[in-house]
């Protein structure tokens, strides 16, 4: 964890280095921006150029912690029952370091709510597509996710047959809930049921083939022969 905070550090002060030069050249092309938005209104000219985006720096909505200050931090006077964390499609290429940097964020949480058992329910990425074996970045990440499962008051719903080739945002939100619900009413409020799917216990290599075993608390994993091409994004 202090190897990550010093490689973020290090890239904030570059970038804070950089701010001058980058601030110069926006102020710049604003005033060009501008400049071209007067001279398209007085044509009658349809603009459409977006206005130059705030390079950045400090005050930026991406600089460090802004987003932790503004959208969490006020709510920590705030009672909870449980967590949901729904997040992941930028941090693709940290897929080595996120079941670190979730674990320290996690029980960031817990500590500022004063709650060591609060519960997180963490939502497994679902499939894209940029899904495919040769690049196999997104699978490596939801291994990643499912790592955390092992620390207590960890829980996780799968989304990988939501997803669609052309978002990364799955439309059918509410199965997503469904299965969110689903889980915390099974680990947070005790009822039981059934909440999740067939989870892979291990991989046997026979030959050429490779043997899959699945462990489920519902009914078993059910291969259709007549279904076996299945479609990847």
Known sequence: AAGIYQEMTDKWEKTLAEFPARDAKHKEDVAAWEKAKKEAEATGTKFTQRRP???????????????FNTLINPLVPYGLKGMVWYQGEQNIGRRAQYAVLLHYFLSDLRERWDDPTLPALIVQLPNFQADNPNRPEWAVFREAQASLQKEPHNFMATAIDLGTPASVHPPDKRELSRRLASVAL????????????????NVIRDGVALQLRFVSDASPLIL???RTEGKTF
């Open 224 to 226: 259709h022969a007549d």
């Open 186 to 201: 099974k680990e947070i409020y005790g009822q039981k049921i059934h909440a999740y799917g067939p989870l892979l216990k």
């Open 53 to 67: 985006s705030d390079p950045p720096g400090p005050g930026h909505h991406d600089a460090p912690s802004s987003c």
